[in-house]
């Protein structure tokens, strides 16, 4: 990720990323060196190179207007292939470039007509919660559990709910009772012990002079290397809004532990990660849904209405427009079917699953990409997984049924084989908001491409977001930046997805058949965050389809 090369899979150029530049002649650039990706991407230049001997000048017909008097990124309707930012590059100026600095000057775009299958996540994604009313929900009931079913202290519960505190993507550091806040190149830019705001000379004491935690870098050099195992331990990354609230369950209850432990007597490791880890995991087990064991359950099945929002006509609509385009369209989320199907049919209404070709619940993200796991039959009227019903893994899976578990590879083969086309030519995108389970892992592991939604993207676009008091937080500053530095999640979004939109509302306002064209190199659509500006942030993309 710290490389300034831009990669892009051949394939993928053509539908989805586009540069028009005007090159005197093919011989300078074909002075430029090829890198192959391991998996057959190839580097942006190799694909301007060829297509500069093939044509040996290549004029832009066409210019977008920019907006603040700032330039966008030519395109021309005549050759295909990556947008550049609005500057005519000519031999003779290509040597003042380093590779860097020309990777760096094109756009991304999405092209919906360049894929065949299009995938959805469901919570976070094509639902949306009402984080006004969700938050709190959240933040009582886990420490309800640390204080009847750990043991805490009962002043847990009169500990007040600190909006400002709570930011999605920050790291729970747990043997220290520490939360933190990483850079894109995972630098502890912020941290907290308890509630309690680190200075600059408590950070280098706890993390050294390099400001760095090994676990962090671990995670930054490979998450799934610390999805399972002893680092889970340790350390929880909170990547959505089912996660955020336990940072300040987290550190409120570091902060009674100290307290009752006495300033000499403060534990050398914490034990409180690991209490709110089982929290969470009651919380969430989808054995909890029907037997009301899990009051965050109990009180969603209660009021769907409260904390789920319904999903706009225009969103509903453009799902169909996208069907009708001949794409395959599936549903792939972490719930299970009954928790799926009471959120569903509060956002998308009762007939929601009219919407997909295949639905997968329960999908157990991220290892559904990397792992085969086999499908599992769904009682779709009992709204449960049917026992003994596993699929062996060269099983055709039937449009309109509905599975559980399962694995990305059978999946996209039956979705394939419906389009009559070859797994590989059978080119695949999907939407999530998890950075993690729903971005980095499938284009890492899989190799197809991803679209993130970031509602963080709303505190910047509008002046009325009725969440600004949940998302945007003083303490942390915010999810994309702090002071000049982008943050971990920043880098994540620049590297790995196709663009980054504040919500699935935002991409129906355009018709699929519809081209989106960001502004910048990083994905930010529709133009990069205003904060980002004068960052560091650099873009070393994975993306590209096989």
């Known amino acids: 990720m710290q490389s300034a090369i831009w990669r892009v899979g051949v394939r993928q150029l053509a539908p ?124 009582n009931v886990l420490k309800v559990y640390l204080v009847e079913q750990k043991g805490y202290s009962p002043a847990l519960l009169t500990k007040k709910l600190d909006m400002d505190f709570l930011q999605k993507g920050l790291m729970l550091d747990g043997p220290r009772g520490n939360v933190l806040k990483l850079s894109n190149e995972a630098v502890i830019l912020r941290a907290s012990h308890g509630t309690r705001l680190l200075s600059d000379d408590e950070i280098v004491a706890a993390y050294g002079a390099a400001r760095r935690w090994d676990v962090a870098t671990a995670f930054y050099n490979d998450p799934l290397s610390t999805w399972n195992g002893p680092a889970a331990t340790q350390m929880r990354t909170l990547l959505d809004y089912f996660d955020m609230p336990s940072a300040l369950v987290f550190a409120q209850a570091v902060d009674i532990v100290d307290k009752d432990s006495g300033p000499n007597g403060r534990p050398k490791e914490y034990n409180v990660w690991r209490d709110l880890l089982d929290g969470l995991m009651h919380n969430y087990s989808r054995d909890n849904f029907k037997n009301d064991q899990s009051l965050y359950f109990k009180a969603m099945r209660a009021e769907p209405h409260r904390y789920v929002l319904p999903s706009s006509s ?146 910047l676009e509008q002046t009325d977001y009725p969440y600004r008091a949940v998302l945007a937080s003083k303490f942390w500053d915010s999810y994309f930046i702090s002071g000049n530095t982008p943050t971990l999640w920043s880098g994540f979004i620049a590297n790995y997805a196709q663009i980054c939109v504040s919500s699935m509302e935002q991409m129906a306002q355009t018709a699929p058949t519809e081209r989106l064209v960001c502004n910048n190199v990083n994905g930010f659509y529709p133009a990069l965050p205003k904060q980002l500006e004068c960052s560091n942030l650099t873009t070393c993309w994975h993306g590209g389809g096989v």
């Open 16 to 139: 989805n990323v586009r540069a028009t530049a005007t090159i005197a002649t093919a011989t300078a650039v074909s002075r430029l060196q090829l890198k192959v990706h391991k998996q057959g991407q190839t580097d942006v230049l190799c694909r301007l190179r060829k297509s500069c001997v093939s044509k040996a000048q290549l004029a832009p017909k066409s210019t977008r207007a920019a907006d603040n008097n700032k330039q966008l990124c030519r395109h021309t309707h005549t050759h295909p292939s990556i947008h550049t930012s609005g500057r005519a590059v000519s031999a003779a100026q290509y040597s003042r470039y380093s590779a860097s600095t020309i990777m760096n000057s094109y756009c991304k775009e999405l092209d919906l007509m360049g894929y065949d299958i299009v995938g959805f996540d469901l919570d976070g994604t094509l639902l949306r919660y009402n984080l006004q009313e969700m938050t709190p929900l959240i933040y």
């Open 314 to 459: 225009k969103l509903r609509t453009w799902l169909q427009q996208l069907r009708a385009t001949g794409k395959k369209v599936f549903l792939l989320t972490g719930s299970n079917i009954d928790f799926a199907d009471l959120t569903a049919t509060q956002a998308l209404g009762p007939d929601w699953q009219q919407q997909f070709d295949y639905i997968v619940t329960y999908a157990k993200k991220p290892g559904f990409f990397t792992m085969q796991r086999p499908f599992m039959r769904v009682d779709d009227v009992a709204k449960c997984e049917l026992p003994a019903t596993e699929l062996s893994l060269q099983a055709e899976l039937k449009p309109g049924d509905v599975y559980s578990q399962g694995n990305w590879h059978q999946l996209h083969q039956s979705m394939a084989k419906q389009l009559n086309k070859d797994i590989s030519a059978a080119r695949a995108l999907y939407f999530g908001d998890n950075i993690i389970q729903d971005i980095y892992t499938p284009v890492k592991h899989r190799d197809f491409d991803t679209v993130a939604i970031a509602e963080e993207l709303f505190l």
